[in-house]
Protein backbone atom coordinates (compact mmCIF):
# COMPACT_ATOMS: atom_id res chain seq x y z
CA UNK A 1 0.00 0.00 0.00
CA UNK A 2 1.37 3.44 -1.19
CA UNK A 3 1.90 6.22 1.34
CA UNK A 4 1.43 9.49 -0.60
CA UNK A 5 2.98 12.83 0.67
CA UNK A 6 2.25 15.74 -1.52
CA UNK A 7 5.38 18.17 -1.55
CA UNK A 8 3.63 21.73 -2.63
CA UNK A 9 5.28 25.61 -2.71
CA UNK A 10 3.79 28.26 -0.24
CA UNK A 11 3.86 30.41 -3.66
CA UNK A 12 2.54 28.13 -6.35
CA UNK A 13 1.55 31.04 -8.72
CA UNK A 14 4.65 31.90 -8.52
CA UNK A 15 6.64 28.97 -8.70
CA UNK A 16 8.71 28.31 -11.12
CA UNK A 17 11.76 26.21 -10.31
CA UNK A 18 13.65 25.06 -7.31
CA UNK A 19 17.03 23.90 -6.73
CA UNK A 20 18.33 22.95 -3.63
CA UNK A 21 21.25 21.50 -4.80
CA UNK A 22 22.69 17.58 -3.34
CA UNK A 23 23.81 18.81 -0.06
CA UNK A 24 23.57 20.73 3.14
CA UNK A 25 24.83 21.23 6.42
CA UNK A 26 22.33 19.49 8.51
CA UNK A 27 21.72 21.77 11.88
CA UNK A 28 20.72 18.23 14.00
CA UNK A 29 24.04 16.76 13.73
CA UNK A 30 26.23 19.67 14.50
CA UNK A 31 26.72 20.78 10.96
CA UNK A 32 27.61 17.50 9.43
CA UNK A 33 27.28 17.31 5.73
CA UNK A 34 23.81 15.90 4.66
CA UNK A 35 24.24 14.35 1.03
CA UNK A 36 21.32 13.50 -0.90
CA UNK A 37 21.79 9.51 -3.03
CA UNK A 38 20.37 7.94 -5.81
CA UNK A 39 19.66 4.38 -5.96
CA UNK A 40 23.40 3.85 -6.67
CA UNK A 41 24.69 5.97 -3.96
CA UNK A 42 25.45 8.58 -6.02
CA UNK A 43 25.18 12.31 -5.07
CA UNK A 44 21.79 14.15 -6.89
CA UNK A 45 20.61 17.48 -7.02
CA UNK A 46 16.77 17.71 -5.87
CA UNK A 47 14.93 19.82 -8.07
CA UNK A 48 11.30 20.57 -8.39
CA UNK A 49 9.99 21.56 -12.12
CA UNK A 50 6.32 22.05 -11.10
CA UNK A 51 4.93 23.83 -7.94
CA UNK A 52 4.13 20.26 -6.21
CA UNK A 53 5.13 16.82 -6.55
CA UNK A 54 3.96 13.48 -4.52
CA UNK A 55 6.63 11.01 -2.64
CA UNK A 56 5.42 7.55 -1.27
CA UNK A 57 7.05 7.36 1.61
CA UNK A 58 6.84 3.91 1.45
CA UNK A 59 9.32 3.26 -1.19
CA UNK A 60 12.83 3.75 -0.12
CA UNK A 61 14.28 6.50 -2.34
CA UNK A 62 11.13 8.26 -2.15
CA UNK A 63 11.61 8.05 1.75
CA UNK A 64 15.28 9.10 1.67
CA UNK A 65 14.08 12.36 -0.58
CA UNK A 66 11.73 12.95 2.20
CA UNK A 67 14.08 12.88 5.19
CA UNK A 68 16.12 14.84 3.50
CA UNK A 69 14.07 17.31 2.46
CA UNK A 70 12.56 17.93 5.81
CA UNK A 71 16.17 18.41 7.18
CA UNK A 72 16.82 21.20 4.60
CA UNK A 73 17.33 24.48 6.72
CA UNK A 74 14.36 27.19 6.46
CA UNK A 75 12.51 24.21 3.83
CA UNK A 76 9.48 24.85 5.89
CA UNK A 77 9.00 28.82 4.50
CA UNK A 78 9.57 27.23 0.62
CA UNK A 79 7.53 24.29 0.88
CA UNK A 80 4.13 22.84 2.71
CA UNK A 81 4.41 18.72 3.32
CA UNK A 82 1.04 17.38 3.03
CA UNK A 83 0.89 13.47 4.62
CA UNK A 84 -2.53 12.67 3.51
CA UNK A 85 -2.72 8.86 5.04
CA UNK A 86 -2.06 10.76 8.75
CA UNK A 87 -4.57 13.47 7.53
CA UNK A 88 -6.97 10.80 7.29
CA UNK A 89 -5.98 8.86 10.51
CA UNK A 90 -6.19 12.38 12.10
CA UNK A 91 -9.59 12.75 11.11
CA UNK A 92 -10.75 9.02 11.98
CA UNK A 93 -8.83 9.52 15.71
CA UNK A 94 -11.22 12.84 15.87
CA UNK A 95 -14.33 11.38 14.59
CA UNK A 96 -14.31 8.37 17.21
CA UNK A 97 -12.69 10.69 20.11
CA UNK A 98 -16.26 12.65 19.36
CA UNK A 99 -18.32 9.66 19.13
CA UNK A 100 -17.02 8.59 22.55
CA UNK A 101 -17.47 12.11 23.82
CA UNK A 102 -21.29 12.59 22.49
CA UNK A 103 -22.26 8.67 24.40
CA UNK A 104 -20.67 9.95 27.35
CA UNK A 105 -23.13 12.81 27.24
CA UNK A 106 -26.65 11.44 26.23
CA UNK A 107 -26.53 9.31 29.40
CA UNK A 108 -25.13 11.63 31.67
CA UNK A 109 -28.05 12.33 34.12
CA UNK A 110 -29.66 15.84 34.65
CA UNK A 111 -27.48 16.55 37.87
CA UNK A 112 -24.41 15.66 35.89
CA UNK A 113 -25.61 18.07 33.27
CA UNK A 114 -25.94 20.92 35.33
CA UNK A 115 -23.04 20.61 37.79
CA UNK A 116 -20.85 19.28 34.16
CA UNK A 117 -22.35 23.03 32.77
CA UNK A 118 -21.33 24.71 35.90
CA UNK A 119 -17.62 24.33 35.01
CA UNK A 120 -18.10 25.28 31.57
CA UNK A 121 -20.27 28.31 31.63
CA UNK A 122 -22.97 27.33 29.62
CA UNK A 123 -26.16 29.23 30.40
CA UNK A 124 -28.65 27.09 32.28
CA UNK A 125 -31.10 30.02 33.66
CA UNK A 126 -34.31 30.27 32.21
CA UNK A 127 -33.37 27.35 29.83
CA UNK A 128 -35.21 23.65 30.52
CA UNK A 129 -33.05 20.92 31.01
CA UNK A 130 -33.62 19.32 27.07
CA UNK A 131 -31.86 22.26 25.98
CA UNK A 132 -29.59 22.26 28.28
CA UNK A 133 -28.43 19.19 27.60
CA UNK A 134 -28.63 19.57 23.56
CA UNK A 135 -25.71 22.47 24.35
CA UNK A 136 -23.75 19.65 26.56
CA UNK A 137 -23.72 17.60 23.93
CA UNK A 138 -23.01 19.91 21.44
CA UNK A 139 -19.61 20.47 23.22
CA UNK A 140 -18.83 17.27 23.63
CA UNK A 141 -18.94 16.77 19.44
CA UNK A 142 -17.55 19.99 18.65
CA UNK A 143 -14.53 20.18 21.29
CA UNK A 144 -14.24 16.33 22.39
CA UNK A 145 -10.90 17.25 24.01
CA UNK A 146 -12.75 20.11 26.49
CA UNK A 147 -15.37 18.05 27.33
CA UNK A 148 -13.21 15.06 28.22
CA UNK A 149 -10.40 16.86 29.99
CA UNK A 150 -13.66 18.29 32.05
CA UNK A 151 -15.42 15.06 32.73
CA UNK A 152 -12.26 13.26 33.89
CA UNK A 153 -11.00 15.85 36.13
CA UNK A 154 -10.32 13.69 39.24
CA UNK A 155 -11.28 17.51 41.05
CA UNK A 156 -14.28 17.76 39.04
CA UNK A 157 -16.48 17.30 42.00
CA UNK A 158 -14.68 20.17 44.63
CA UNK A 159 -14.55 22.51 41.16
CA UNK A 160 -18.59 22.43 41.21
CA UNK A 161 -18.25 22.57 44.83
CA UNK A 162 -16.45 25.76 44.74
CA UNK A 163 -19.21 27.61 41.86
CA UNK A 164 -22.37 26.07 44.08
CA UNK A 165 -20.61 27.77 47.40
CA UNK A 166 -19.95 31.09 45.34
CA UNK A 167 -23.37 30.75 44.61
CA UNK A 168 -24.67 30.81 47.62
CA UNK A 169 -21.97 33.03 49.30
CA UNK A 170 -20.86 30.77 51.27
CA UNK A 171 -17.50 31.22 49.68
CA UNK A 172 -16.38 35.01 47.96
CA UNK A 173 -14.13 35.55 45.24
CA UNK A 174 -12.85 38.88 45.36
CA UNK A 175 -9.96 40.65 43.31
CA UNK A 176 -9.23 37.52 41.87
CA UNK A 177 -8.78 36.26 45.71
CA UNK A 178 -11.31 33.44 47.07
CA UNK A 179 -12.00 34.04 50.78
CA UNK A 180 -13.82 32.23 53.50
CA UNK A 181 -15.10 34.94 55.73
CA UNK A 182 -11.84 36.73 55.62
CA UNK A 183 -9.31 34.14 55.64
CA UNK A 184 -8.11 34.11 52.28
CA UNK A 185 -8.01 30.43 51.05
CA UNK A 186 -6.21 30.52 47.23
CA UNK A 187 -5.68 32.85 44.43
CA UNK A 188 -6.55 30.20 41.79
CA UNK A 189 -9.26 27.40 41.76
CA UNK A 190 -6.68 24.94 42.17
CA UNK A 191 -5.46 26.29 45.80
CA UNK A 192 -8.95 26.42 46.77
CA UNK A 193 -9.16 22.74 45.84
CA UNK A 194 -6.25 22.06 47.97
CA UNK A 195 -7.54 24.03 51.11
CA UNK A 196 -11.16 21.92 50.97
CA UNK A 197 -8.85 18.24 50.86
CA UNK A 198 -6.58 20.01 53.49
CA UNK A 199 -9.36 21.29 55.70
CA UNK A 200 -11.85 18.26 55.28
CA UNK A 201 -14.27 18.79 58.42
CA UNK A 202 -14.88 22.37 57.44
CA UNK A 203 -14.62 21.09 53.62
CA UNK A 204 -18.36 19.13 55.09
CA UNK A 205 -19.73 21.96 57.10
CA UNK A 206 -19.49 24.12 54.33
CA UNK A 207 -21.35 21.55 52.07
CA UNK A 208 -23.63 21.23 54.28
CA UNK A 209 -24.56 24.75 53.74
CA UNK A 210 -24.43 25.02 50.52
CA UNK A 211 -27.29 21.65 50.72
CA UNK A 212 -29.00 23.74 53.33
CA UNK A 213 -29.18 26.68 51.11
CA UNK A 214 -30.16 25.40 48.29
CA UNK A 215 -33.03 23.91 50.07
CA UNK A 216 -34.10 27.09 50.94
CA UNK A 217 -33.72 28.56 47.42
CA UNK A 218 -36.47 25.98 46.22
CA UNK A 219 -38.93 27.03 48.82
Not at 69 to 96: A, H, R, S, W
Not at 141 to 169: C, G, L, T
Request: aromatic share 8%; hydrophobic share 35%; with cysteine.
Amino acid sequence: MKHPVIVRSRKPKRFCYLDLGSAYKDPMSRGKRKALLDINGEEIRFEMTSPSIVLDIKDDHDLKVYNWLKGYPGILNQLIFEDTIEQQMVQTENMIESAEAIQIAVAMTDKEILDFCKLTGIRTKDNSIEFVKAQVIKLSNDDPNKFSRIINDRDKDYRVFIEHAIDAKILNFVNGTYKHNTETIGLTEDQVVLWLKDNKDIHALLKKEVSSNKTKTKK
